[in-house]
């Protein structure tokens, strides 16, 4: 069962100085009462899937961007859920999904998850599920790795990582872009740990060119197409 969250959960994440937040919004956030998370960068939804814009217009994409985030995180299962971000518009709503945000300004994705589940280590837990805000077909996420090793899931390519989870407190580092699994796979042999990789049809599936599209399904295309604001 996830802990009760805030009302308003926020905590900032990030080097210390790097960007200042309002103290109002920087609450405290209690220990959490589990020991597994999950961990979803999410960046700006205007700025979001560009390769797109051939046959999604910006509202679309942003809706699309909206609706492919959900469905990760109502996949958490019974994992605490968390939004990785520097975007007050997905900070809002993030929360309105029922998500803790980690804010991580100006850190890029591979920093702002590192920060990400460095401040969840700090708070007690000890597995981290980190999967990316573009997975179209996401299951449950709550029954995939153990404590002990490294479970990685990679795009149909075998090239990104489209899910990694990590032993919070390994000091793992990550390193997303072309090529981040194999990465990925070295960064798990550097820590000495064993490295399950998983290859799973559902997960592999993400939403970056429009070929992608396909694996969206397209009564809930049109659907996002009819509810996106031009």
Known sequence: MAATLPETPFVLAGPVGRQSWPAQRAATIPRLAGVRALLVPVKSFRTAKLRLAPVLNA??????????????????????????????????????QGARVIWTPGLGLSGAVQAGVATLAGEGVTLVVVAHGDLPNAGPLDALGSEDQVTLVPDFQSDGTNVAVVPASAGFCFSYGPGSFERHRAEAARLGLE???????????????????????????????AAAVP
Not at 72 to 96: I, K, P, T, Y
Not at 200 to 205: E, H, I, K, N, S
């Open 195 to 225: 490295c399950e990789v998983i290859h799973d049809a559902r997960l592999a599936a993400d939403v970056d060119v429009p070929a992608d599209l396909a694996h969206v399904a397209s009564a809930k295309l049109a659907v996002i197409r």
């Open 59 to 96: 509202g679309e994409r942003a809706a699309l961007a909206r609706s492919l985030a959900a469905g990760v995180l109502g996949a958490a299962g019974g994992l605490d859920r968390h939004v990785v971000c520097d975007d007050e518009e997905v900070a809002d709503w993030a929360r309105s």
